[in-house]
Nanobody, 114 residues
């Protein structure tokens, strides 16, 4: 089992920034990729950004140029730097680990509101 603990969510004004963190512990071997997803009420969970072991990244079109995903492999920690936040970015963000037994974090709320 791998455990994921997210942090860094909160309330920010439009145009502001937040950095989400996701610390993995336990069975961190065989991690193929790590990613951030988000899910608004009544909607499907959608990919925000992906980071593979080879260093490849992929972003949802709506966040390209504003969000940056990164990893500290030594600390088994995933980050999401979110800049130029908009009210539409308000939702719960989830950390995801792709491995033989995938795992999800508990989610962290991001609210963009003036």
């Amino acid at each position: 089992q791998v455990q994921l603990v997210e942090s860094g969510g909160g309330l920010v004004q439009p145009g502001g920034s937040l950095r989400l963190s996701c610390a993995a512990s336990g069975r961190t071997d065989n991690i193929l990729a790590m990613a951030w997803y988000r899910q608004a009420p009544g909607k499907q969970r959608e990919l925000v950004a992906l980071n593979t072991n080879s260093g490849m990244t992929n972003y949802a079109d709506s966040v390209k140029g504003r969000f940056t995903i990164s990893r500290n492999n030594a600390k088994h920690t995933l980050y999401l730097q979110m800049n130029s936040l908009r009210p539409g970015n308000t939702t719960v963000y989830y950390c995801y680990v792709q491995r033989p037994r995938p795992a999800w974090g508990q989610g962290t709320q991001v609210t963009v509101n003036s």
